[in-house]
């Protein structure tokens, strides 16, 4: 069975840093990209980047260039969401999901990040 | 950058079939998934390119794609399909996805 599991929930300050991860079994982590997606409280589904454990090669949203790092480790099957100054507006959901072809058919249960002073 | 248009919300009452669009510049020509959330889970796929589905989804849920919308439809509606949906296309210009803003289903 194919499982994305997902690191816990966190609150941090503003400014603080962070980095949340996302561990892969069931199938062969180097084989498909892992994407990121983000959610703030209330809204929809916002795509963030992507990243292809077997090679690292990495592709990031316009919207989220320069704002956050996603890299992985496959040697303990895990891809990885940072960020070095975070923000009150990184308050938000973060999912990560397994991409098949086109689409993304196995999602992680989500972390919470809460930014708060 | 590519942009994905849904309605915010859609009702239909048990039993009834409910019809969810995604709007797009010539969307026909992409592949278009489906995606379907409950209040604090994490989305699920239900259909994919298109029209097929994954094991394990009802075949109540289908889609369909052609010119600039393409729409997902449920028949049968029953209480549990009450959630968020959500469409999603692999834009191959800039390699990146792109989701809709999300269409909530309300069972009445």
């Known amino acids: 069975e194919v499982q994305l599991v997902q690191s816990g929930a966190e609150v941090k300050k503003p400014g603080e840093s962070l980095k949340i991860s996302c561990k892969g079994s069931g199938y062969s982590f180097t084989s498909y990209w892992i994407g990121w997606v983000r959610q703030m409280p209330g809204k929809g589904l916002e795509w963030m980047g992507i990243i292809y454990p077997g090679d690292s090669d990495t592709r990031y949203s316009p919207s989220f260039q320069g704002q956050v790092t996603i890299s992985a480790d496959k040697s303990i099957s895990t891809a990885y969401l940072q960020w070095t100054s975070l923000k009150a507006s990184d308050t938000a959901m973060y999912y990560c999901?397994?991409?098949?072809?086109?689409?993304?058919?196995?999602w992680g249960q989500g972390a919470l990040v809460t930014v708060s002073s | 950058s590519y942009v994905l248009t849904q309605p915010p919300s859609v009702s239909v009452a048990p039993g009834q079939t409910a019809r969810i669009t995604c709007g797009g510049n010539?969307?026909?020509?992409?592949?278009v998934h489906w995606y379907q959330q409950k209040p604090g889970q994490a989305p699920v796929l239900v259909v994919h390119d298109d029209r097929d589905r994954p094991s394990g989804i009802p075949e109540r849920f289908s889609g369909s794609n052609s010119g600039n919308t393409a729409t997902l439809t449920i028949s049968r509606v029953e209480a549990g399909d009450e959630a968020d949906y959500c469409c999603?296309?692999?834009?191959?210009?800039?390699?990146?996805?792109?989701f809709g803003g999300g269409t909530k289903l309300t069972v009445l």
């Open positions: 999603q296309v692999w834009d191959s210009i800039s390699d990146h996805a792109v």
């Open positions: 010539n969307i026909g020509s992409k592949s």
């Open positions: 999901a397994r991409r098949t072809a086109a689409y993304f058919d196995s």
